[in-house]
């Protein structure tokens, strides 16, 4: 039995004020009265589930209700004399869980498992029954969410139950769907726990199931969940927050009247568009307490205005930064640029005459619906219809690039605990962050979905595979920068790769790559080329180096036998600055250029340094500027021309263009003074370019 099965202990309505959704309390009361009632003749709906079925058909019409009422009668036979810790029959539970879906307009199958998701677990069906009866994607669904038995793995049966449920969310997401909403309803109804349960249930719920909520993009039951969580595990703020809300609802709420000249504005433009204020929740209220230190009237709330078409968002966007003030710092276009979870709409403020900022959010009916539900609005991710529809060009939302990470690496976890801890771990980290690689072959650019603090490395394998072991640069949005930089969301990037083959990632790398795909690869490489390995850095190929890097790029020498030392990525230092060395740990020697802050600060806690300088090298190097006309990938072109003579980038400057013409200035280590005429005959012929000269 569920643990919110057993004994009651405290009253239900000890926390009156977490019942904001009355409506669906009292049809739960019905349903549960329904459900005494007994099973009704098989030929019509039974009056229980028909809230369920009204929904359900509210966002499908057309959906066959027979295999509803079907799982309905075998969950309601199963659970019949199971009481929930409220009193209430237990037939109520799934009931609730399949209501809280159905609105949120899950298809048809996700209601059928959503009905039967306790049954396997409580009572005597079994998955053989299930199958047989509701067929294998219903199966699938109901074993996803079955907990693992408690005699089997004891305090481990938690964990184990999460990392099952997630492997099976990785191929079907209704899976997550229905554990989401199964937590919301045994959230809403939590009072009735011991305080101590309810503090241990709302952190697994905060750092488990709202992160996995917001991931997902399931932002209706996201909102609820953190309120409900805010309730139990922080009750004098949320005490304090909602004395604020309820002392602004008595004065003048100033977002009404702008709503009206909102809609008057868009009357007027010939708009079509619906026009709401939509509060906010009180988790949002009190962030915004915290970060403004104290609430404006129009901060309780924000406009929601919902048109017709794509168009229509830019339409608005329009009229109302014409008509109002815009708040510039405030606009954010996700239509264009749509967050990872799916997320689509236009943000901004705009300031009224009166001197009041509302914010306002623009979107179309399907977004909002997306934005509302996130992937249980997707419908079947078997079928090719909506999902697909939603947006081409994106990822596939029903299988995310977080949840295919998890599930890598959850198969080297085998000891629950580690798989726990790092699992929190994961899911508090920052969002994704979702890139634009442009790739000089090919005409559109590439989105990237990965981690937050994925970098350079990060996406040179996401988009190249392990061809990007000869990454020798990058450019974030348009500017060089080195492999190691952290991109942020919505950053075009654009990898520029050395055609050697040769060529291979530096031992550094692994410690700015935050990808398993990424740090697999690397380690795999270096483990085959060891001699290789010791001797690159990404610093001696910062901002931009090549091939002829390996093997000689060790320019400095330290005063300590056999240490092998390394170029900091900091700093990147070239000779002839000035250096510093700090013995760091495995014995290797990391050398700043002496003005770099980390060198204070290691001083600063009692690290001594060791003497190192550049050695005497006789080969050849020089400073070329580049006169070329301003293009797209004339860098990415000019150093993979330098990069086939097999020359090395010590340093890269580009200049801003004027009258479209830019300067690039490159200094470079020859192997051999003699290379130096066809190496500039090289970069004249990279079209463009007009001249080429010593420095
Ligand atoms: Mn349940």
Same mark, same amino acid.
């Given at each position: 039995?569920?643990?919110?099965?057993?004994?009651?202990?405290?009253?239900?309505?000890?926390?009156?004020?977490?019942?904001?959704?009355?409506?669906?309390?009292?049809?739960?009361?019905?349903?549960?009265?329904?459900?005494?009632?007994?099973?009704?003749?098989?030929?019509?709906?039974?009056?229980?589930?028909?809230?369920?079925?009204?929904?359900?058909?509210?966002?499908?019409?057309?959906?066959?209700?027979?295999?509803?009422? $079907?799982?309905?009668?075998?969950?309601?036979?199963?659970?019949?004399?199971?009481?929930? #810790?409220?009193?209430?029959?237990?037939?109520?539970?799934?009931?609730?869980?399949?209501?809280?879906?159905?609105?949120?307009?899950?298809?048809?199958?996700?209601?059928?498992?959503?009905?039967?998701?306790?049954?396997?677990?409580?009572?005597?069906?079994?998955?053989?029954?299930?199958?047989?009866?509701?067929?294998?994607?219903?199966?699938?669904?109901?074993?996803?969410?079955?907990? +693992?038995? #408690?005699?089997? *793995?004891?305090?481990?049966?938690?964990?184990?139950?999460? $990392?099952?449920?997630?492997?099976?969310?990785?191929?079907?997401?209704?899976?997550m769907?229905? #554990?989401l909403?199964?937590r919301l309803?045994?959230?809403?109804?939590?009072?009735?726990?011991?305080?101590?349960?309810?503090?241990?249930?709302?952190?697994?719920t905060r750092d488990v199931l709202i992160p996995l909520a917001e991931r997902l993009g399931v932002q209706a039951l996201k909102t609820e969940l953190e309120?409900?969580v805010?309730?139990?595990?922080?009750?004098?703020? *949320?005490?304090?927050?909602?004395?604020?809300?309820?002392?602004?609802?008595?004065?003048?709420?100033?977002?009404?009247?702008?709503?009206?000249?909102?809609?008057?504005?868009?009357?007027?433009?010939?708009?079509?568009?619906?026009?709401? /204020?939509?509060?906010?929740h009180?988790v949002s209220?009190? $962030?915004?307490?915290? #970060?403004?230190?104290?609430?404006?009237?129009?901060?309780?709330?924000?406009?929601?205005?919902? /048109?017709?078409?794509?168009?229509?968002?830019?339409?608005?966007?329009?009229?109302?930064?014409?008509?109002?003030?815009?708040?510039?710092?405030?606009?954010?276009?996700?239509?264009?640029?749509?967050k990872f979870n799916l997320y689509?709409?236009?943000?901004?403020?705009?300031?009224?005459?009166?001197?009041?900022?509302?914010? +306002?959010?623009?979107?179309?009916?399907?977004?909002?619906?997306v934005a509302e539900a996130g992937v249980v609005?997707?419908?079947?991710?078997?079928?090719?219809?909506?999902?697909?529809?939603?947006?081409?060009?994106?990822?596939?939302p029903?299988?995310p690039?977080w949840l295919?990470?998890?599930?890598?690496?959850?198969?080297?976890?085998?000891?629950?605990?580690? =798989?726990?801890?790092?699992?929190?771990?994961e899911l508090a980290q920052d969002r994704e962050?979702?890139?634009?690689?442009?790739?000089?072959?090919?005409?559109?650019?590439?989105?990237?979905?990965?981690?937050g603090?994925?970098?350079?490395?990060?996406?040179?394998?996401?988009?190249?595979?392990?061809?990007?072991?000869?990454?020798?640069?990058?450019? +974030?949005?348009?500017?060089?920068?080195?492999?190691?930089?952290?991109?942020?969301?919505?950053?075009?990037?654009?990898?520029?790769?050395?055609?050697?083959?040769?060529?291979?990632?530096?031992?550094?790398?692994?410690?700015?790559?935050?990808?398993?795909?990424?740090?697999?690869?690397?380690?795999?490489?270096?483990?085959?080329?060891?001699?290789?390995?010791?001797?690159?850095?990404?610093?001696?190929?910062?901002?931009?180096?090549?091939?002829?890097?390996?093997?000689?790029?060790?320019?400095?020498?330290?005063?300590?036998?056999?240490?092998?030392?390394?170029?900091?990525?900091?700093?990147?230092?070239?000779?002839?600055?000035?250096?510093?060395?700090?013995? +760091?740990?495995?014995?290797?020697?990391?050398?700043?250029?002496?003005?770099?802050?980390?060198?204070?600060?290691?001083?600063?806690?009692?690290?001594?340094?060791?003497? /190192?300088?550049?050695?005497?090298?006789?080969?050849?190097?020089?400073?070329?500027?580049?006169?070329? =006309?301003?293009?797209?990938?004339?860098?990415?072109?000019?150093?993979?021309?330098?990069?086939?003579?097999?020359?090395? !980038?010590?340093?890269?400057? /580009?200049?801003?263009?004027?009258?479209?013409? !830019?300067?690039?200035? *490159?200094?470079?280590?020859?192997?051999?003074?003699?290379?130096?005429?066809?190496?500039?005959?090289?970069?004249?012929?990279?079209?463009?370019?007009?001249?080429?000269?010593?420095?």
């Open positions: 039995m569920s643990a919110e099965a057993t004994n009651p202990e405290a009253h239900p309505e000890a926390r009156p004020e977490l019942r904001r959704r009355s409506r669906s309390r009292l049809d739960l009361r019905r349903l549960g009265r329904a459900a005494l009632l007994g099973p009704p003749s098989r030929d019509r709906l039974p009056d229980a589930i028909g809230h369920v079925a009204e929904a359900h058909r509210a966002h499908h019409p057309d959906a066959d209700l027979s295999i509803l009422r $079907r799982a309905y009668l075998l969950a309601e036979t199963s659970h019949r004399g199971q009481m929930r #810790k409220s009193g209430e029959p237990y037939i109520t539970h799934p009931l609730a869980v399949t209501l809280i879906l159905a609105e949120l307009g899950a298809e048809t199958t996700t209601l059928t498992a959503s009905l039967l998701h306790d049954t396997v677990e409580d009572t005597e069906v079994t998955l053989e029954q299930v199958r047989e009866e509701f067929g294998d994607e219903v199966c699938f669904i109901v074993d996803g969410v079955t907990k +693992v038995e #408690k005699i089997d *793995y004891g305090a481990a049966a938690e964990p184990e139950t999460f $990392r099952k449920m997630l492997v099976a969310t990785g191929n079907d997401v209704r899976v769907s229905i #554990k909403a199964d309803h045994n959230m809403r109804t939590l009072g009735v726990m011991r305080p101590d349960k309810q503090a241990r249930i709302a952190k697994v309120d409900l805010f309730a139990i595990l922080h009750p004098e703020e *949320y005490e304090q927050t909602r004395a604020l809300i309820a002392a602004h609802a008595g004065e003048n709420d100033p977002l009404p009247a702008i709503a009206d000249s909102v809609r008057a504005v868009l009357r007027d433009a010939g708009i079509t568009a619906e026009v709401a /204020v939509r509060p906010r009180f209220v009190h $962030r915004i307490s915290r #970060k403004r230190g104290e609430l404006r009237g129009s901060d309780f709330g924000r406009i929601l205005v919902l /048109v017709g078409e794509n168009a229509d968002c830019y339409g608005v966007l329009g009229e109302l930064h014409t008509c109002f003030t815009p708040v510039v710092s405030e606009f954010k276009d996700f239509i264009a640029v749509p689509q709409s236009l943000h901004t403020a705009v300031a009224t005459p009166d001197g009041h900022v509302a914010e +306002v959010i623009v979107r179309t009916r399907q977004m909002h619906r609005a997707l419908g079947n991710p078997y079928t090719t219809g909506e999902a697909a529809d939603c947006d081409e060009e994106r990822v596939d029903t299988r690039g295919s990470r998890l599930l890598d690496w959850q198969q080297s976890a085998p000891d629950p605990d580690t =798989f726990w801890t790092v699992l929190r771990a962050v979702t890139v634009f690689a442009v790739d000089g072959a090919a005409a559109a650019p590439r989105t990237l979905t990965l981690p603090g994925a970098s350079c490395i990060d996406a040179a394998y996401a988009q190249y595979g392990e061809a990007a072991h000869g990454c020798i640069g990058a450019r +974030v949005n348009g500017r060089l920068t080195s492999l190691s930089s952290r991109l942020s969301d919505g950053d075009t990037v654009q990898l520029l790769l050395s055609h050697d083959s040769s060529s291979g990632p530096a031992a550094d790398w692994l410690e700015h790559a935050a990808t398993p795909a990424a740090r697999i690869a690397i380690g795999s490489w270096l483990a085959t080329h060891p001699d290789d390995a010791a001797a690159t850095t990404t610093a001696a190929r910062a901002p931009l180096s090549v091939v002829g890097a390996r093997g000689g790029s060790g320019n400095a020498v330290a005063d300590l036998p056999n240490a092998h030392v390394r170029l900091a990525g900091c700093c990147t230092p070239v000779p002839p600055d000035a250096v510093a060395g700090f013995v +760091v740990r495995g014995g290797a020697v990391t050398v700043h250029r002496v003005r770099c802050p980390a060198v204070a600060q290691m001083r600063a806690v009692g690290r001594t340094s060791v003497a /190192v300088h550049w050695r005497a090298t006789a080969d050849c190097r020089v400073t070329l500027l580049a006169e070329s =006309f301003g293009r797209p990938h004339l860098l990415a072109d000019l150093t993979e021309a330098i990069a086939r003579e097999g020359v090395e !980038v010590v340093s890269a400057t /580009v200049e801003p263009p004027v009258e479209q013409r !830019v300067r690039h200035t *490159y200094t470079l280590q020859l192997p051999d003074a003699a290379g130096l005429p066809a190496l500039m005959r090289a970069m004249r012929d990279v079209p463009g370019v007009y001249d080429v000269s010593r420095a």
